[in-house]
C-alpha cells in the first residue's frame, strides 16, 4: 500500500503503477538525509530503483543499466521522457564482451551466474531460458565528466557483485557512496559472499555505514542485505 500511495505521487510512478512497477522504496532508510548529484543504477531491472532516486533526488542524473530486452523495454516505456535518465542496455562486468545469462521465472532473480540450492529453496527460483546479453566495464560507457558529485554507486546484481566493483575500478573514486546488495550463504553458483566484498571495499577506501533490509529465512537465518558504504577520503570527482 505504501509504494502504491507513493507512486501516485508524480506522473513517472503513475505510468510506472500502470505497468506493474513501483519505487523501490524500502532504500529510504539507508539514503534518507543524503543528497546527490549523480545516480549510478547497476541492474536497473524495470527501473525500480531509478524511480526512487527520481523521486528522493530530483535534480539528479540517474545513468542506469539492464541488460535483459523485457526489462529494458518497460523500464524505457517509463522514462522515454525523462532527460535525467538514461538508461543503457548492457551488463558491467570487468571486461568487455558478450555472456549468457540465466533468465529466472521471477525477472529480478535473474542472474550471470546459475541459482544455487538455497535460491531454489528460499526464493523458488527456476531458470526458464537463457540469453545473450551484453557486458561492459563502467568507464566504457560513462565518462568521469558525466559523475558529477555527490554520487551514488547503487548494484543490485544477483551474486555478479564482485564483478562489477572491479569493473568499475576505474571509477569508484568518483563515487562518494556505494550501495550494494550483497550475500551471506551461497545463492548463486560460484558467487563472491558479503565478506569478500567488504574487503574489496576495504580495500578501495570506503567504510562501512550501515546493512539494510536484511532477507531472514525462517530456518537457514539470514541469507543476503544491503550494504551502505562511503568513501574515507574526499572522492576526485567531476567539477559541476
Known amino acids: 500500500m505504501q509504494k502504491l500511495l507513493h507512486g501516485l505521487g508524480s506522473q513517472s510512478g503513475r505510468l510506472a503503477l500502470k505497468k506493474g512497477v513501483a519505487a ?8 534518507d538525509g543524503r543528497q546527490y548529484n549523480t545516480v549510478v543504477d547497476v541492474g536497473g531491472n524495470v527501473g525500480q530503483f531509478a524511480l526512487f532516486a527520481r523521486e528522493k533526488y530530483p535534480h539528479a542524473r540517474v545513468f542506469s543499466f539492464e ?4 526489462c529494458w523495454n518497460t523500464f524505457a516505456s517509463i522514462f522515454d521522457q525523462d532527460e535525467r535518465v538514461q538508461l ?3 551488463g558491467i562486468g570487468t571486461e568487455d564482451t558478450e555472456v549468457v545469462i540465466n533468465v529466472a ?4 532473480s ?11 529453496e528460499a526464493f523458488g ?4 531460458a537463457t540469453k545473450d546479453i551484453q557486458l561492459r566495464r563502467l568507464a566504457s560507457v560513462l565518462r568521469t565528466d558525466q559523475i558529477i558529485a555527490p554520487a551514488l ?4 546484481v544477483q551474486g555478479f557483485e564482485l564483478d562489477v566493483l572491479k569493473g568499475s575500478k576505474e571509477l569508484l573514486s568518483l563515487f562518494e557512496t ?10 548463486y553458483q560460484g558467487q563472491a559472499l558479503a565478506g569478500d566484498v567488504l574487503e574489496f571495499m576495504r580495500e578501495h577506501g570506503f567504510e562501512i555505514q550501515g546493512v539494510y533490509n536484511q532477507y531472514q529465512h525462517h530456518i537457514k537465518g539470514a541469507l543476503q542485505a544491503d550494504f551502505l558504504f562511503k568513501r574515507r577520503s574526499t572522492p576526485q570527482h567531476a567539477k559541476n
Open 24 to 31: 523501490s522504496i524500502e532504500h529510504s532508510v539507508a539514503l
Open 67 to 70: 541488460p535483459l530486452e523485457d
Open 88 to 90: 543503457f542496455r548492457c
Open 105 to 108: 521465472n521471477a525477472n529480478d
Open 110 to 120: 535473474s542472474s550471470i551466474l546459475p541459482p544455487a540450492a538455497m535460491q531454489i
Open 125 to 128: 527460483t527456476t531458470v526458464s
Open 153 to 156: 554507486l547503487k548494484i543490485d
Open 178 to 187: 556505494v550501495y550494494v546488495e550483497a550475500s551471506y550463504v551461497e545463492l
